[in-house]
């Protein structure tokens, strides 16, 4: 049986006073979940969440291990914090940072060296799906992440870019068929998450194909009550 999980990507969105209430909503509702949260606010994500049921994450880090790389942020500097997971090659560092599959590889690696737990972010574009290429797109994106040492316990999130931000979800089936496609390239007990405009009212139905163990959630991530209620549907 797979654990579930529900992580939150807040991307870049809040302040300290909007994270602090939303991350006390959160511990107040009891729910077991992630969030993956800006930088800044990694050390007050920390402290707060402390000793709770709620996890907590990054958004992306570096490839390199130290060096000068100005404005980048290590594995080992998040691993400093007791960082659990951290996003990589999410389809806004894909496409607005130009992020390449080697890339996002060698950060998957460089995570797992640390001890972090990435979360493996693969989608296809709508005009990749519509040209029939959703398979090979994935296919090629995880496949250069697990030529670096294999799966392990690392998470991998569907997200078909055409459904993230857009309110436009893709339906349970079409999930179900993308993640049974992923499950024949990984083991058993990878936990294989669905993103892209999950909100409250369609999450139980997403959640109850039987490949999809969880989600990763953008927007309705930072509605305390949407959230907690994606949770609870998990
Ligand atoms: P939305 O839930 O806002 O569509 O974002 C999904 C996402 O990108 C999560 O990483």
């Not at 090979?136 to 931000?165: H, M, S």
Request: some cysteine.
């Amino acid at each position: 049986m797979r654990e579930r999980l529900v992580a939150g990507n807040w991307k870049m969105h809040g302040s300290r006073e909007s994270c602090r209430a939303l991350l006390d909503a959160i511990v107040a509702a009891d729910v077991a979940c992630a969030v993956c949260v800006p930088f800044p606010y990694l050390a007050q994500a920390a402290e707060r969440l402390r000793g709770t049921r709620v996890a907590w994450g990054a958004q992306t880090l570096s490839e390199h291990a130290q060096g000068a790389f100005t404005g980048e942020v290590s594995a080992a500097m998040l691993g400093e914090f007791g960082c659990r997971y951290v996003l990589v090659g999410h389809s806004e560092r894909r496409h607005l940072f130009g992020e390449t599959d080697a890339q996002v590889a060698a950060k998957f690696a460089a995570a797992r060296a640390a001890g972090i737990t990435p979360i493996l972010c693969v989608g296809e574009t709508l005009q990749e799906r519509e040209a029939g290429r959703t398979q090979e797109v994935v296919a090629r994106q995880l496949d250069a992440a697990l030529a670096r040492g294999g799966i392990g316990d690392a998470v991998v999130a569907y997200e078909p870019v055409w459904a993230i931000g857009t309110g436009r979800t893709a339906t349970p089936e079409q999930a179900q068929e993308v993640h049974a496609f992923l499950r024949g390239r990984l083991s058993a007990q990878t936990r294989l998450l669905y993103g892209g405009s999950v909100k409250p009212d369609n999450a139980a139905a997403i959640f109850a194909m039987p490949d999809v163990d969880g989600g990763l959630i953008g927007g309705a991530s930072l509605v305390a009550n949407d959230f907690i209620a994606i949770c609870r549907a998990a």
